[in-house]
């Protein structure tokens, strides 16, 4: 299971890297902006909730409805940003990345208390 948690624990730590790399030095993209509060909190919010459907309703193990609920919430975000990216002068923003992984960071910390 260390394992498992230790190759989460890249992804997420590389996802925001993958992001584009001019991404940040567009000026339409302020890191308080309400976009990254919606980011963070339904990522936070995906994890959260897949969780506690595949654990407590599904009766999932705890480690593998855990990484499935942080792959799907990442997974949301990645497929937000592309669907970004393809819109009139749409780009990927690393920022909104890093909003989804510092949710999924905190719904993580909410399910270990």
């Keep these: 299971m260390n394992l498992r948690y230790s190759l989460l624990f890249i992804f997420l730590m590389v996802s925001p890297i993958m ?41 999932i193990h705890d480690d593998m409805s855990l990484s499935t609920s942080v792959i799907i919430s990442m997974g949301n975000g990645i497929i937000k940003e592309v669907w970004d990216s393809r819109q009139p002068s749409g780009f990927i923003s690393r920022r909104d990345i890093i909003a989804d992984v510092a949710g999924i960071i905190a719904g993580i910390w909410i399910i270990s208390l």
């Design 19 to 59: 992001a584009e790399h001019d991404s940040t030095a567009i000026h339409h993209d302020p890191w308080f902006a309400y976009d990254k509060v919606l980011h963070f909190g339904v990522s936070c919010s995906i994890v959260l909730s897949t969780h506690y459907v595949l654990s407590e309703k599904m009766n």
